[in-house]
C-alpha cells in the first residue's frame, strides 16, 4: 500500500473512533448543561474541570507522544526490543509518580488553583463548590497521564483503534453518573453546601479516567510490557524524553493553553454571565470536527514520520506533510463555513434543552463564530508540529507557541477593554483565532528556510479550488435556511430535520463541485475504499515484533 493509502486507512480507523468518543463526548456534554444550564454552579464546574481537562486535552492529542514516540521509534528500530521495554517501564513509573505529586499538591492548594482561572475578579461564582469539585476531579490526571503514555506505545506498533477508543468509555462514565438513579444518592451523603449534580458528574470524570487507562493494560502486556516498579533516570532514553517532553506540551498543547487563557479572560465582571460555559460548548461543537480528522491524522502521521526521519527520508516526510495538511483543509474549510452559517441551529438542535436556554443559545453561538473562523489554523497546527517533533525538535514549536500565546493575551486585553460591548463574550475566541493563525504562518516558514520548500504554490492552488467550492456550498446553505424558517419551527424534530437537510445539501453541493473541479483530494479520499492491498504494518516496516 502507498504511504498516502497507510496514512488515510490508520487516520480512517482513529477517525471513526473518534467520531463514536466525540459524539458520547457531545452526549456528555448535553446531560451537564441540561442539568446546569449556563448557571453559576455550571461555571463552578467548568472551572475546576478546566486544569484536569487541560493536561488531559493536552496528553490525550498527542503531546506525551510527541516525546515519547520518536525515541521509543528509534529504540525499537537500533536496539534490542527488551531495552524499548525497559525504556517505557521507566517512563511509566517515572511520569505515575510525578503526576501523583501534581495531583496531590493540587488537592492541597485546591483553593489557589481556582483561583488562578479568577484573576480579573469571577461574578457571581460559587467558590466553594468549585474548590470542592476540584479536589474529586483533579487525580484523574495520574490515569489520564498513564493512558496516554500508554497510547504512545500502542500507536508506536501502529495500534490506533483501542487507544482511541479510550475516549468512548471515559465519557460513558460521565453520562452514566449524570443520571438522576446515581447522582440523586451521591447528593444525599454531600455536605449541604455542595449538593448539586456536578459533585456526581466529578465522580463519573475520575472514574472514566481510571477505565481510560485500565482497558490499554491487556494489549500492552500481549505486547511485552511489564509494569514492575522501575525508576532510573540514568537511562540515556529517559533523559531524551525529559528534555523534550516539557517543550513537546508546550507546543502540541498551545491551543489549550490558549483556551484556558481565554477562560482566564472570561470571568471578568465586563463579561456576560456564563461566558465561561459558552465558551466551553462552543469549543466542544467544534471538537467535532478537529478531532474527528485533524487530530485523528495527527496520530496517525507522527509514528511514520518518526520512521522517515530515522530513514534520512526528509523529502518523504515533507511529502507526507503536504499530503496530509492537503486533504485536511478539504475537510476544515468547509466545516468552518457550515458552522459560523449553521451556528445556531447547531447549538439549538444540540443544547437547547433543560437549563440550557434561548439565551445560553446565544451566547454559545456568538462564541463559536469566532472559534470556527480559526477551524482550519487550529487543524493545521495538529498536522505541522508532529514534523518538527519527528525530528526530535520540540524547542521551535514550544518557541513559536509562547509567541502565539502573548499574542493571545494582549488581544484578549485589548478586546476585553476596547471592543467588548461589540464581541461581548466572543473576544477570547477571536484572540485564540487570531493566535492560532500567527502560530502556524511562523512554523510553517521557519520549516520551509530550514528544509526547502513544502508544496506551497500546491497548496494554495488546492485551496483555491476550495474555497469555489465553499462560496458556493455557503450560497445553497443560506438558499435552504431562508426557506425552511428555522427560528419558527416549534418542534424538536422539525428542527433536528431541516438541520439535517441543510447539512446534506451543503455537503452535496460541495463535493459535487469538488468533483467537477477535478480536485485532486477527492480521489485521495478514495483510498481508503482500497481494501485489495495488504496493510504494512509498523513492526513489519521496522523489523521488530
Same mark, same amino acid.
Given at each position: ?6 496514512i488515510?486507512? &490508520? ?14 463526548? +457531545? ?56 531495552q ?19 495531583? $496531590? ?8 488553583v ?18 470542592f ?99 532510573? #533516570? ?43 460555559? &459558552? ?17 485523528? $491524522?495527527?496520530t ?29 483543509? #478539504? ?5 468552518a ?33 469566532y +472559534? ?5 489554523a ?45 464581541? &461581548? ?5 477571536l ?5 492560532? +493563525? ?34 458556493a ?9 431562508? #426557506? ?11 428542527r ?30 478514495f ?19
Amino acid at each position: 500500500m502507498t504511504e498516502k493509502g497507510r496514512i488515510l486507512k &490508520s487516520a480512517s480507523a482513529i477517525t471513526l473512533v473518534t467520531l463514536i468518543s466525540r459524539i458520547c463526548g +457531545y452526549l456528555r456534554d448535553q446531560r451537564v448543561v441540561l442539568l446546569l444550564g449556563t448557571s453559576t454552579a455550571a461555571d463552578a464546574f467548568v472551572l475546576a474541570f478546566r486544569i484536569p481537562n487541560l493536561i488531559r486535552r493536552m496528553v490525550g492529542e498527542g503531546s506525551l507522544g510527541a516525546s515519547f514516540i520518536p525515541v521509543f521509534t528509534r529504540t525499537l528500530r537500533d536496539k534490542p526490543i527488551e531495552q524499548a521495554w525497559a525504556l517505557a517501564q521507566r517512563m511509566f513509573w517515572i511520569l505515575a509518580a510525578g503526576l501523583a505529586a501534581v495531583s $496531590m499538591l493540587a488537592i492541597i492548594f485546591s483553593k489557589q488553583v481556582i483561583y488562578v482561572f479568577t484573576v480579573f475578579g469571577a461574578h457571581r461564582m460559587q467558590w466553594d463548590l468549585a474548590i470542592f469539585l476540584n479536589r474529586i476531579i483533579f487525580p484523574s490526571v495520574i490515569f489520564i497521564g498513564l493512558a496516554a503514555l500508554a497510547m504512545a506505545i500502542l500507536n508506536s506498533f501502529h495500534v490506533f483503534a483501542l487507544p482511541a477508543s479510550t475516549g468512548v468509555v471515559f465519557n460513558l462514565a460521565v453520562i452514566l453518573f449524570s443520571f438522576a438513579f446515581l447522582y440523586r444518592p451521591i447528593m444525599r451523603w454531600t455536605p449541604q453546601a455542595f449538593r448539586s449534580p456536578a459533585v456526581a458528574i466529578a465522580i463519573g470524570i475520575l472514574l472514566g479516567s481510571v477505565l481510560q487507562l485500565g482497558i490499554q493494560i491487556p494489549a500492552l502486556v500481549r505486547r511485552g510490557m511489564r509494569f514492575a516498579p522501575a525508576i532510573s #533516570f540514568a537511562d540515556p532514553g529517559v533523559r531524551t524524553i525529559g528534555k523534550l517532553m516539557g517543550p513537546s506540551f508546550f507546543g502540541m498543547g498551545v491551543y489549550q493553553i490558549n483556551f484556558f487563557v481565554d477562560t482566564i479572560f472570561a470571568t471578568s465582571s465586563r463579561m456576560p454571565s456564563g461566558s465561561i460555559t &459558552s465558551l466551553y460548548v462552543a469549543d466542544r461543537v467544534m471538537e467535532l470536527v478537529l478531532g474527528s480528522y485533524a487530530i485523528a $491524522m495527527s496520530t496517525a502521521l507522527l509514528p511514520l514520520m518518526s520512521r522517515q526521519v530515522a530513514a534520512g527520508k526528509i523529502g518523504d516526510m515533507k511529502r507526507t506533510f503536504a499530503f496530509s495538511l492537503r486533504i485536511v483543509s #478539504f475537510i476544515t474549510i468547509p466545516a468552518a463555513v457550515g458552522l459560523i452559517l449553521l451556528r445556531h441551529p447547531i447549538i439549538q438542535v444540540l443544547f437547547q434543552h433543560g437549563h440550557f436556554v434561548a439565551e445560553s443559545t446565544t451566547l454559545t453561538a456568538r462564541a463559536l463564530l469566532y +472559534y470556527s473562523l480559526g477551524l482550519p489554523a487550529f487543524a493545521a497546527i495538529k498536522l505541522i508540529t508532529p514534523m518538527y517533533f519527528s525530528a526530535q525538535d520540540t524547542w521551535t514549536p514550544a518557541k513559536i507557541g509562547a509567541w502565539a500565546l502573548g499574542v493571545n493575551i494582549a488581544l484578549n486585553a485589548i478586546f476585553l477593554v476596547t471592543l467588548v460591548r461589540v464581541l &461581548s463574550n466572543g473576544s477570547p475566541a477571536l484572540a485564540s483565532t487570531a493566535a492560532a +493563525y500567527f502560530n502556524f504562518a511562523a512554523l510553517f516558514l521557519i520549516f520551509r528556510r530550514r528544509y526547502g520548500r513544502l508544496g506551497a504554490r500546491q497548496l494554495l492552488a488546492s485551496i483555491g479550488k476550495m474555497a469555489v467550492c465553499a462560496v458556493a456550498m455557503a450560497a445553497g446553505c443560506i438558499v435552504v435556511f431562508r #426557506f425552511s424558517n428555522f427560528f419558527t419551527l416549534a418542534h424538536f424534530v422539525s428542527r433536528l430535520g431541516w438541520l439535517a437537510a441543510m447539512i446534506a445539501v451543503s455537503v452535496a453541493i460541495y463535493f459535487g463541485l469538488a468533483w467537477i473541479l477535478r480536485c485532486e483530494e477527492l480521489p485521495e479520499l478514495f483510498l481508503l475504499l482500497r481494501r485489495h492491498e495488504p496493510a504494512v504494518t509498523a513492526a513489519s516496516e521496522s523489523g521488530f515484533n
